[in-house]
Each structure stands twice: as structure tokens, then as C-alpha cells.
């Protein structure tokens, strides 16, 4: 027997579903626009470089010139993050996802002190020769695909670096995400690489669950909504609260074993009340780690043990940076570069033994965990807040780098003159670093590794990583929220009121032909100074990392990482492309990201692979 609440559920859902249909069908893909990006950037061309679109019933003023863009993201800091459902009655697999992205007011600064020492020169020095492994393990596992002349997808298969990259750095465990995919190890990273491309396809207005779409229809509905979608949760609803809770857990299990191995460090007041959410996460863990106990426990074995420990000075000195950092008297986001600078020249913390599920010491976990409040003494954050951070660690760290690099790939692929100029960079650094090796260790097969002190000798990797970043940014749209009084006036007789939500739109202009020469050519060198004749008009013309105080505190990180990922991938191969994928058809979620992929055949190179002849003067 149908009660009348099902009724009138299935009866809105129906109604909205064909509202949905026509709202997405009509208007895109009838008028063959391929996605929401391409739909922002008509909309420019049609309407000019300030414009006003509406989400259901939400306006947004969309900000697609880059001083003005300017303008906005210097003044204004929070950003306003909409409701997220959940299939949950209680909702407790969302709360906290988004961490420091979603943070507002003194809360966001606090938090972006606390995550800063963990993107200090001396974290990214040693970060480094994690990345350098990954990407070692990632060309061996493309080793088999050359050989057999199989073609693979590297969007995926980056993915799977990127997240072992999170493992190592963020938390100092293995998530085994480039393991043979056959072996049992590999299980447990590739469900979190899927619990994380879950996370962001689920999060596409079209693809994703059909009540986002009518939350942004009735905002005043809120309740009411969260209500139809955990009574009659769609499968895209039910998958993506699945996989929210197995990110979530990564971190919670971490810091639950951290905290049974120092039973000194108490935690917050904040934890010994322990929210339901939490308590919620719990159960979950012990359904999940019942089916898993591999992944969340493992401590990793770095790699490249002996370069770790060459930097480990930088690595650990982060660590009294969080302790300088954390103080009361750190007045402004802003000073983060500075703080950071100066925390990298604190004293050393003593290195301490890790036992099998203990959290790195110096890892940006380890960080948080240990984060003291001056004047107290007690934790500065609760399990939950540090929980939310892992996660949003996770989520930032996987997909948009993995999309930047497999948009540097396909154009690489795409343009033998940029590959040509890509090859020659990284064969004559690799002829460099093995004729200075060779006299000491003999001839190397391998490929020179790529150190951080390195990464300057690549100036057109470089280049090409932030080409392939303006023709496709990861994040199309940045947002924020007027909170002044006041209001903010954009242009002079425009007025915003407080409460009013923009967008900037680095996609609309990093492709605007009136900052850019020919600005659909993937040309890196504009980014070199032989290229100035292609070079944007205006620096605020590339920002796809955001910018002022809110920008990406991940941009150092993610241009080395990338750099180091495309050095490696293209010392040992050159990629030819499937046919039938150019155009790339791209998708729109929470990120830009390849719908179907990108699928190449890797072709193992000669060069730089073989052993080098050593000249006699170098040998001698
Ligand atoms: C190519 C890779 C990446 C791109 C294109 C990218 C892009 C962005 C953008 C556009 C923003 C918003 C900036 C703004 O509102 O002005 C952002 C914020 C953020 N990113 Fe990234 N990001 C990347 C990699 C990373 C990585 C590797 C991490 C962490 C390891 C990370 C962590 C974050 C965090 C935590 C925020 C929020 C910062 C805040 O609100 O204070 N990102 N990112």
C-alpha cells in the first residue's frame, strides 16, 4: 500500500525527471552545444565578457575577463558551496568532504595555515622523489601494453599515479594503485581511484543524480529534497555516498590508528563528543575494512629510500613549520609564503620509528595531527575537521592533475614538432646526468631519475604543462560569495549585493583570441621567451590555478608533479593516438575532464633508454 508522502515523491520525481530531460536535452545537446564549459563560452561570445546565467533558480554573474577576474578573486574569499545530498537519512557521508575548498572566515584561514608547511619548498623537495617513483612504476606498467602494441587510457592510468602519489605524499602509506591490477594488493587503491572518478562524474548536473538538478531548482527546498533523495535514492545517489564514505575512511582509519599509537596526544574536546557522523564513519569502517583490511592499514616503504633520506632535512623542517604556523599571532593568509619560508628554516623535529599502521611523521597527515594550539597546548582540530582535510587531499590530488597531464599527452601526441622539442629537452638532460654518472656507477640502463633540484632543466615540459592547462583547465570555473555589507561594486555602476555568487571563467579566457594569439593552437612556447610573440596580453590571463588568497594551495605540487610525470612517461615512450578522438570529447563535473578517455598505443623509445657510450674524458 502506497502511503500519500511515497505518492507525492514518485509523482515530483516524475515531474522533475522530465523537467530535467528537457532542461539538459533542449538546451545543449539539441543546440549541439557539447557541455556546460563550451555553453559558458557562448555565451561570451554572445553576451560579452560579464554575464548573468541562472541554475535552476540560482543567478550567478559569470566573470569571464581576467581583470576583472582579478578584481573578484583578490576581494573575495568564500566561496559559496551548494547543498550535497546524500542516500543517507542522516547524511553522514557528506558533511566534511570538501575540507579547506569549502571552509569560510577565520575557520578557512586557520586551515590554510595549518595545510601550508606541507606545500613549503622543503615538502615539495622531498614530495619530489615520491612523484619520481610513481612515475617509474606507472612507465613499468605501460612496459607490457608497448611490447603487446595494446592500447591503453591514460587519463586512467595517470589516475592511478596521481593516487599513489596522495598515498606517499599526503599520508606516507602505498595505496597500491600501481600494482599489477591483477594482484590482490591492487584492489583495495583501485576502489579508491573509483570511489574518487565516482565522486566526480557523479557531480555532472547531467550524468550525475537526478535530484542535484532539482536542488538547484527549489534551493528553498532543501529539506524536503534530502528527504525524496534518501527515501528514493537513484543508483548515481546510492554509488556516490558509497564511495564518499571509502575516501572519508582512509583518513578516519589513519588517524584512529595514530591516535592508539600515542595515547598522549589527546584529541580535541570537539572529538570526545563524538558528532553522529562520526560515529556513523565508524560503522562503516568496520563493514569496509572487514572487506579490506589491505589498504588501510599498510605502511608505505618508500621507494628510493636513500634519496628520501638525502631530503628528508626539507621534509622534516616542514614539520616545524606547522607548529610556527599554527600560532595565534599569524595574522594573515597572505603571510602563507612567508610563514612557510620561514618555518622551512625551523629545527629539525628528531626523526622517530613508525610502526605498521602509524601516519608518516612528516606527512601532511602527520602535520595536522600533531598541529598544537599555542596557548593551550591542546589539538588545534578535531578528527572530523582533520578527516575532512584527508579527504579533500584525496579528491584535489587525484583528478585534476591526472586530467592535466592526459591533456599534455594527447597534444603532445597530436603535434610531432612538440614532441620532437619534448624528446630532445629530455634526452640531452638524460646524455647530461649519465655521462656524470657513468664514471662512478657504469653504464645505466635506466633512464636518469628526475631529482627535484632537476626540475628547472625541463623549461619546455614546463611549458607544455601549462599550455595543455589553458586550453583545458581541470577547474573551468572558480567561485565565490559577496559577504560585505556593503556589497562589492564591480564595475563602476554596478553594484553587487551582499550574498550575490559569481563565477570567473578561466576557460572562457584563456581561449579568448583578445588576450591570446591564435588561441586555440597548442603552442607551449608562448610560455618561453622565444615565444612572446604568442604570449597573453595580460598575466591574469592564465590563472588556472584560481588566484589571490583563495588560490590552489596545491600549484607548486601539481606543476612538479605533472612535470615530473611527463619527463618520465616521455623518456621511455612516445604515444600515437586512436583515431576518431580528435576532437577530445571532454565532460563536465566537478572538473573538465576526457568523457571517453584518452586512449593511445605507447611506443618504447630508443633513445635515452639504451646505454649511453661514455666519452673516455668522463670515464677516466
Ligand atoms: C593541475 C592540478 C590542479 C589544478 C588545475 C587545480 C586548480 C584549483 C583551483 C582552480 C582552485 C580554486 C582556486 C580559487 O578559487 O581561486 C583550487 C583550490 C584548491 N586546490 Fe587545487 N588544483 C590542482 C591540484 C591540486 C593539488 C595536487 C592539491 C592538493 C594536493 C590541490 C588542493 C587544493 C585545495 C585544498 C584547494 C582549496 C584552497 C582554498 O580554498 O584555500 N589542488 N585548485
Given at each position: 500500500?502506497?502511503?500519500?508522502?511515497?505518492?507525492?515523491?514518485?509523482?515530483?520525481?516524475?515531474?522533475?525527471?522530465?523537467?530535467?530531460?528537457?532542461?539538459?536535452?533542449?538546451?545543449?545537446?539539441?543546440?549541439?552545444?557539447?557541455?556546460?564549459?563550451?555553453?559558458?563560452?557562448?555565451?561570451?561570445?554572445?553576451?560579452?565578457?560579464?554575464?548573468?546565467?541562472?541554475?535552476?533558480?540560482?543567478?550567478?554573474?559569470?566573470?569571464?575577463?581576467?581583470?576583472?577576474?582579478?578584481?573578484?578573486?583578490?576581494?573575495?574569499?568564500?566561496?559559496?558551496?551548494?547543498?550535497?545530498?546524500?542516500?543517507?537519512?542522516?547524511?553522514?557521508?557528506?558533511?566534511?568532504?570538501?575540507?579547506?575548498?569549502?571552509?569560510?572566515?577565520?575557520?578557512?584561514?586557520?586551515?590554510?595555515?595549518?595545510?601550508?608547511?606541507?606545500?613549503?619548498?622543503?615538502?615539495?623537495?622531498?614530495?619530489?622523489?615520491?612523484?619520481?617513483?610513481?612515475?617509474?612504476?606507472?612507465?613499468?606498467?605501460?612496459?607490457?601494453?608497448?611490447?603487446?602494441?595494446?592500447?591503453?587510457?591514460?587519463?586512467?592510468a595517470l589516475g592511478t599515479m596521481t593516487m599513489g602519489v596522495v598515498g606517499t605524499t599526503a599520508f606516507g602509506i602505498d595505496f597500491h594503485t600501481l600494482d599489477d591490477?591483477?594482484?590482490?594488493?591492487?584492489?583495495?587503491?583501485?576502489?579508491?581511484?573509483?570511489?574518487?572518478?565516482?565522486?566526480?562524474?557523479?557531480?555532472?548536473?547531467v550524468a550525475g543524480t537526478f535530484y542535484q538538478p532539482l536542488l538547484l531548482m527549489f534551493p528553498k527546498a532543501v529539506p524536503f529534497v534530502q528527504w525524496l533523495a534518501?527515501?528514493?535514492?537513484?543508483?548515481?545517489?546510492?554509488?556516490?555516498?558509497?564511495?564518499?564514505?571509502?575516501?572519508?575512511?582512509?583518513?578516519?582509519?589513519?588517524?584512529?590508528?595514530?591516535?592508539?599509537?600515542?595515547?598522549?596526544?589527546?584529541?580535541?574536546?570537539?572529538?570526545?563528543?563524538?558528532?553522529?557522523?562520526?560515529?556513523?564513519?565508524?560503522?562503516?569502517?568496520?563493514?569496509?575494512?572487514?572487506?579490506?583490511?589491505?589498504?588501510?592499514?599498510?605502511?608505505?616503504?618508500?621507494?628510493?629510500?636513500?634519496?628520501?633520506?638525502?631530503?628528508?632535512?626539507?621534509?622534516?623542517?616542514?614539520?616545524?613549520?606547522?607548529?610556527?604556523?599554527?600560532?595565534?599571532?599569524?595574522?594573515?593568509?597572505?603571510?602563507?609564503?612567508?610563514?612557510?619560508?620561514?618555518?622551512?628554516?625551523?629545527?629539525?623535529?628528531?626523526?622517530?620509528?613508525?610502526?605498521?599502521?602509524?601516519?608518516?611523521?612528516?606527512?601532511?597527515?602527520?602535520?595536522?595531527?600533531?598541529?598544537?594550539?599555542?596557548?593551550?597546548?591542546?589539538?588545534?582540530?578535531?578528527?572530523?575537521?582533520?578527516?575532512?582535510?584527508?579527504?579533500?587531499?584525496?579528491?584535489?590530488?587525484?583528478?585534476?592533475?591526472?586530467?592535466?597531464?592526459?591533456?599534455?599527452?594527447?597534444?603532445?601526441?597530436?603535434?610531432?614538432?612538440?614532441?620532437?622539442?619534448?624528446?630532445?629537452?629530455?634526452?640531452?638532460?638524460?646524455?647530461?646526468?649519465?655521462?656524470?654518472?657513468?664514471?662512478?656507477?657504469?653504464?645505466?640502463?635506466?633512464?636518469?631519475?628526475?631529482?627535484?633540484?632537476?626540475?628547472?632543466?625541463?623549461?619546455?615540459?614546463?611549458?607544455?604543462?601549462?599550455?595543455?592547462?589553458?586550453?583545458?583547465?581541470?577547474?573551468?570555473?572558480?567561485?565565490?560569495?559577496?559577504?560585505?555589507?556593503?556589497?562589492?561594486?564591480?564595475?563602476?555602476?554596478?553594484?553587487?549585493?551582499?550574498?550575490?555568487?559569481?563565477?570567473?571563467?578561466?576557460?572562457?579566457?584563456?581561449?579568448?583570441?583578445?588576450?591570446?594569439?591564435?588561441?586555440?593552437?597548442?603552442?607551449?612556447?608562448?610560455?618561453?621567451?622565444?615565444?612572446?610573440?604568442?604570449?597573453?596580453?595580460?598575466?591574469?590571463?592564465?590563472?588556472?590555478?584560481?588566484?589571490?588568497?583563495?588560490?590552489?594551495?596545491?600549484?607548486?605540487?601539481?606543476?612538479?608533479?605533472?612535470?615530473?610525470?611527463?619527463?618520465?612517461?616521455?623518456?621511455?615512450?612516445?604515444?600515437?593516438?586512436?583515431?576518431?578522438?580528435?576532437?577530445?570529447?571532454?565532460?563536465?563535473?566537478?572538473?573538465?575532464?576526457?568523457?571517453?578517455?584518452?586512449?593511445?598505443?605507447?611506443?618504447?623509445?630508443?633513445?635515452?633508454?639504451?646505454?649511453?657510450?661514455?666519452?673516455?674524458?668522463?670515464?677516466?
Amino acid at each position: 500500500m502506497i502511503d500519500l508522502h511515497e505518492a507525492a515523491a514518485v509523482g515530483l520525481a516524475v515531474f522533475s525527471l522530465a523537467t530535467i530531460l528537457l532542461w539538459t536535452t533542449n538546451r545543449w545537446k539539441l543546440r549541439r552545444i557539447p557541455g556546460f564549459h563550451e555553453y559558458l563560452d557562448m555565451c561570451r561570445r554572445q553576451y560579452g565578457r560579464v554575464f548573468k546565467i541562472y541554475l535552476g533558480s540560482g543567478a550567478f554573474i559569470v566573470v569571464a575577463d581576467p581583470h576583472l577576474a582579478r578584481k573578484v578573486n583578490y576581494r573575495l574569499i568564500d566561496r559559496s558551496i551548494g547543498s550535497q545530498l546524500s542516500a543517507d537519512k542522516k547524511g553522514s557521508d557528506n558533511d566534511g568532504l570538501l575540507g579547506l575548498a569549502a571552509a569560510k572566515g577565520e575557520e578557512w584561514r586557520q586551515l590554510r595555515m595549518a595545510w601550508q608547511p606541507a606545500f613549503a619548498s622543503g615538502s615539495l623537495a622531498h614530495y619530489s622523489s615520491l612523484m619520481d617513483s610513481c612515475a617509474v612504476r606507472l612507465c613499468d606498467t605501460l612496459e607490457g601494453a608497448a611490447k603487446e602494441g595494446r592500447e591503453v587510457d591514460i587519463f586512467r592510468a595517470l589516475g592511478t599515479m596521481t593516487m599513489g602519489v596522495v598515498g606517499t605524499t599526503a599520508f606516507g602509506i602505498d595505496f597500491h594503485t600501481l600494482d599489477d591490477p591483477d594482484s590482490p594488493s591492487a584492489e583495495e587503491g583501485l576502489r579508491l581511484v573509483k570511489a574518487s572518478q565516482t565522486v566526480f562524474s557523479s557531480s555532472s548536473l547531467v550524468a550525475g543524480t537526478f535530484y542535484q538538478p532539482l536542488l538547484l531548482m527549489f534551493p528553498k527546498a532543501v529539506p524536503f529534497v534530502q528527504w525524496l533523495a534518501s527515501t528514493l535514492p537513484d543508483r548515481k545517489l546510492v554509488q556516490l555516498s558509497e564511495a564518499r564514505k571509502i575516501i572519508r575512511n582512509v583518513g578516519y582509519s589513519l588517524i584512529q590508528n595514530w591516535r592508539s599509537a600515542h595515547p598522549d596526544q589527546a584529541a580535541t574536546g570537539a572529538d570526545k563528543a563524538a558528532p553522529p557522523a562520526v560515529a556513523k564513519v565508524e560503522a562503516t569502517l568496520e563493514e569496509l575494512q572487514g572487506e579490506a583490511p589491505g589498504l588501510l592499514v599498510q605502511a608505505a616503504t618508500h621507494a628510493g629510500a636513500p634519496e628520501a633520506a638525502a631530503d628528508a632535512n626539507g621534509f622534516v623542517n616542514g614539520v616545524g613549520a606547522v607548529e610556527a604556523a599554527n600560532g595565534d599571532d599569524a595574522t594573515s593568509a597572505a603571510r602563507d609564503q612567508d610563514g612557510a619560508a620561514a618555518a622551512a628554516a625551523q629545527p629539525q623535529d628528531k626523526p622517530r620509528p613508525r610502526g605498521a599502521t602509524d601516519v608518516e611523521p612528516g606527512s601532511f597527515l602527520g602535520l595536522l595531527l600533531r598541529a598544537r594550539d599555542r596557548a593551550s597546548g591542546a589539538a588545534k582540530f578535531s578528527d572530523a575537521s582533520i578527516t575532512a582535510q584527508a579527504s579533500t587531499f584525496i579528491l584535489a590530488g587525484y583528478e585534476t592533475t591526472a586530467n592535466a597531464l592526459s591533456y599534455a599527452v594527447y597534444n603532445i601526441a597530436l603535434s610531432p614538432r612538440v614532441q620532437e622539442r619534448l624528446h630532445a629537452e629530455i634526452d640531452a638532460f638524460g646524455r647530461t646526468r649519465q655521462a656524470s654518472t657513468c664514471a662512478a656507477e657504469g653504464p645505466r640502463t635506466h633512464p636518469a631519475p628526475v631529482t627535484h633540484a632537476d626540475l628547472g632543466e625541463f623549461p619546455y615540459a614546463e611549458a607544455v604543462v601549462k599550455e595543455a592547462l589553458r586550453l583545458y583547465p581541470p577547474a573551468t570555473l572558480t567561485s565565490r560569495v559577496v559577504t560585505k555589507q556593503e556589497g562589492m561594486t564591480l564595475i563602476p555602476g554596478v553594484t553587487l549585493k551582499k550574498g550575490a555568487n559569481l563565477f570567473t571563467a578561466p576557460y572562457c579566457y584563456q581561449r579568448d583570441e583578445a588576450y591570446w594569439p591564435r588561441p586555440l593552437e597548442f603552442a607551449p612556447e608562448r610560455f618561453l621567451p622565444e615565444g612572446s610573440a604568442l604570449a597573453p596580453s595580460t598575466d591574469d590571463a592564465w590563472t588556472p590555478f584560481g588566484a589571490g588568497p583563495r588560490m590552489c594551495i596545491g600549484w607548486r605540487f601539481a606543476l612538479n608533479e605533472a612535470k615530473i610525470a611527463l619527463v618520465r612517461l616521455h623518456q621511455r615512450f612516445s604515444f600515437e593516438l586512436r583515431p576518431g578522438q580528435v576532437p577530445l570529447k571532454l565532460r563536465q563535473g566537478i572538473t573538465l575532464s576526457p568523457a571517453d578517455g584518452v586512449w593511445v598505443r605507447p611506443i618504447a623509445r630508443g633513445r635515452g633508454v639504451e646505454p649511453v657510450s661514455v666519452p673516455p674524458a668522463a670515464a677516466a
